[in-house]
């Protein structure tokens, strides 16, 4: 195991529910990400949190709403999603804020399916 | 925009045979990294190359970065089955390297 956790596994909901993706880490790492990947296309990066501190937000639209109220843990709250936002949702931690110049490990990821 | 693109997108060997996959770029980089993930599951970080690094090894993997040619291979010797999985390359999204930008990935089957 990588050292972060992502709960639940897996998820169905419907588009007028609201649920929320948990991740944890327990490797130290100051920095928190969360990924989307989608079938036939790269990895998205979403967010990016800095000591709790969001520095990175990729024009996600607002049905989307991370929140980190620690270093370790690092939730991102859904409502009201859209069939096209059914993918996996990966979680990543880093000891630094530079992803690209260092290792980031992730969790195993959330499969979300939005009916 | 897309930054690493790998080619091929899918690849089936036989165990035991060598397995290239490869990555271009468009604009230019200071770090290159090489992920796996296994089926449904998370990534798991392989290699990191620096711009000035042409050749990096970690046990059976073997990666190169040719900046002028804005390309990186990764070869996987002696392939086994459980090497089985999608592979792939991620660059700086930035000059700050606040980010990474993946490619699509090469799917990589090993039959025994």
């Known amino acids: 195991e990588t050292g972060v956790t992502q709960t639940p596994r897996h998820l169905v909901m419907g588009m007028t529910n609201k649920k929320s993706l948990k991740c944890e880490q327990h490797?130290?790492?100051?920095?928190m990400y969360w990924y989307k990947q989608s079938a036939k296309k790269p990895l998205e990066l979403m967010f990016v949190y800095s000591l709790e501190e969001r520095v990175e937000n990729n024009s996600v639209p607002s049905r989307f709403s991370p929140e980190c109220p620690n270093s370790s843990h690092l939730f991102l709250h859904l409502h009201t999603l859209q069939p096209e936002d059914s993918a996996l949702y990966l979680c990543?931690?880093?000891?630094?804020?530079?992803?690209?110049?260092?290792?980031?490990?992730f969790g195993p990821g959330t499969r979300l399916l939005v009916l | 925009s897309q930054q690493g693109e790998e080619d091929p997108q899918a690849l089936s060997i036989q165990e035991g045979e060598n397995a290239t996959m490869n990555c271009s770029y468009k604009?230019?980089?200071?770090?290159l990294q090489w992920y796996r993930q296994n089926s449904g599951r998370g990534l798991v970080h392989l290699i990191l190359?620096?711009?000035?690094?042409r050749e990096k090894h970690s046990g059976r993997l073997r990666v190169t970065l040719d900046t002028s040619k804005k390309s990186s291979s990764l070869l996987i010797t002696a392939s086994r089955a459980a090497d089985t999985a999608s592979y792939f390359c991620?660059?700086?999204?930035?000059?700050?390297?606040?980010?990474?930008?993946f490619g699509k990935g090469t799917t990589l089957s090993v039959s025994s």
């Open positions: 190359i620096r711009s000035n690094e």
């Open positions: 604009t230019s980089i200071n770090n």
């Open positions: 991620a660059t700086d999204a930035n000059q700050a390297g606040t980010a990474l930008i």
């Open positions: 490797l130290g790492h100051n920095a």
């Open positions: 990543a931690s880093s000891q630094g804020v530079r992803p690209a110049q260092e290792t980031q490990y």
